[in-house]
């Protein structure tokens, strides 16, 4: 991202509402301890941009009472703080492979291994706002043979502005272009206001939640698919390895395990084997 302020520290007299150390050290410790979320010193600007927002919303006059604001026994502000903070870049079948995998091998074998109970469940951790689980819906109803089974997805996110987005199965008309071919008849597309719809067959597989991946999880499991994308890279590495021997106590005895392509279970997790391309099975 662009930011539209100041680079140079130096220049922090210039901004509408001076950031000091201190006060950028005060929202890093608040970020950690509520979402987990270790924010580096190089995304400072970008958290100035979004703070300076919500500061001008508040009508206060500078950070040092928006840390006050914040440190305030069960603030309001902090989920809109957390919403401000998070990072939300998605797109429909983003890293197609992954779907690929999931349509022709996970499950065509699902099919296979479950024919007793007919129960598929897939989880989309940090969904942001709903391209992610609607890919994983359309790729599960082009399997006319899943059309009798108990399949849902789960979509959970921390940030309620992108939860709300995402349940409305609404998006911008330019977003069909991302979508394959062979899945464009389970869009609606509504050209007389801009926008692509999904369609209710697709809405109805999946269920969104608001989750803190640091909290307690309220389900159950197993699933047997969890697509964990480009989230942990905002954790250290103590964290990381916490949420994914959580992962592995949720997923069935075989469940498979997607990361961001520049994530890594390297040195993180031995509870998973790779088999390529950020795409991980669960053996212990």
Same mark, same amino acid.
């Given at each position: 991202?662009?930011?539209?302020?100041?680079?140079?520290?130096?220049?922090?007299?210039?901004? %509408? &509402?001076?950031?000091?150390?201190?006060? /950028?050290?005060? !929202?890093?410790?608040?970020?950690?301890? +509520?979402?987990?979320?270790?924010?580096?010193?190089?995304?400072?600007?970008?958290?100035?941009?979004?703070?300076?927002?919500?500061?001008?919303?508040?009508?206060?006059?500078? &950070?040092?009472?928006?840390?006050?604001?914040?440190?305030?026994?069960?603030?309001?502000?902090?989920?809109?703080?957390? #919403?401000?903070?998070?990072?939300?870049?998605?797109?429909?079948?983003?890293? #197609?492979?992954? *779907?690929?995998? +999931?349509?022709?091998?996970?499950?065509?074998? !699902?099919?296979?291994?479950?024919?007793?109970?007919?129960?598929?469940?897939?989880?989309?951790?940090?969904?942001?706002?709903?391209?992610?689980?609607?890919?994983?819906?359309?790729?599960?109803?082009?399997?006319?043979?899943?059309?009798?089974?108990?399949?849902?997805?789960?979509?959970?996110?921390?940030?309620?502005? +992108?939860?709300?987005?995402? %349940?409305?199965?609404?998006?911008?008309?330019?977003? /069909?272009?991302?979508?394959? $071919?062979?899945?464009?008849? !389970?869009? =609606?597309?509504?050209?007389?206001?801009?926008?692509?719809?999904?369609?209710?067959e697709l809405r109805r597989l999946v269920t969104f939640k608001?989750?803190?991946?640091?909290?307690?999880? $309220?389900?159950?499991? $197993?699933?047997?698919?969890? *697509?964990?994308?480009?989230?942990?890279?905002? /954790?250290?590495?103590?964290?990381?390895?916490?949420?994914?021997?959580?992962?592995? #106590?949720?997923?069935?005895?075989?469940?498979? !395990?997607?990361?961001?392509?520049?994530?890594?279970?390297?040195?993180?997790? =031995?509870?998973?084997?790779?088999?390529?391309?950020?795409?991980?099975?669960?053996?212990?």
């Amino acid at each position: 991202m662009t930011s539209r302020f100041p680079q140079a520290a130096s220049d922090s007299a210039d901004r %509408e &509402f001076p950031m000091s150390e201190r006060n /950028f050290r005060e !929202l890093k410790k608040i970020a950690y301890k +509520v979402t987990g979320i270790n924010l580096s010193d190089h995304k400072q600007n970008m958290i100035y941009g979004r703070l300076a927002r919500r500061i001008r919303a508040l009508g206060l006059r500078n &950070f040092d009472q928006y840390c006050d604001l914040l440190g305030q026994d069960s603030s309001p502000e902090i989920r809109e703080f957390v #919403n401000a903070i998070t990072t939300n870049l998605t797109a429909f079948f983003r890293e #197609n492979h992954h *779907f690929e995998y +999931v349509k022709n091998t996970l499950l065509p074998d !699902l099919l296979r291994r479950k024919q007793a109970e007919r129960r598929i469940r897939i989880w989309s951790a940090g969904c942001s706002t709903g391209e992610e689980p609607y890919s994983l819906a359309m790729v599960v109803r082009s399997l006319p043979a899943l059309n009798a089974w108990d399949v849902k997805i789960l979509a959970t996110d921390l940030d309620s502005n +992108v939860l709300e987005k995402a %349940e409305s199965g609404e998006y911008a008309a330019e977003r /069909f272009a991302s979508i394959p $071919p062979q899945y464009h008849v !389970l869009v =609606e597309r509504e050209p007389q206001r801009n926008v692509i719809a999904m369609r209710g067959e697709l809405r109805r597989l999946v269920t969104f939640k608001q989750l803190n991946l640091l909290h307690s999880w $309220p389900m159950k499991g $197993p699933f047997d698919i969890i *697509f964990c994308r480009n989230v942990v890279i905002y /954790f250290d590495a103590p964290t990381q390895i916490q949420l994914f021997d959580r992962y592995a #106590n949720m997923l069935a005895s075989q469940g498979h !395990l997607f990361i961001g392509h520049s994530e890594s279970l390297h040195k993180i997790s =031995e509870r998973f084997v790779s088999l390529g391309r950020t795409i991980y099975q669960r053996t212990q």
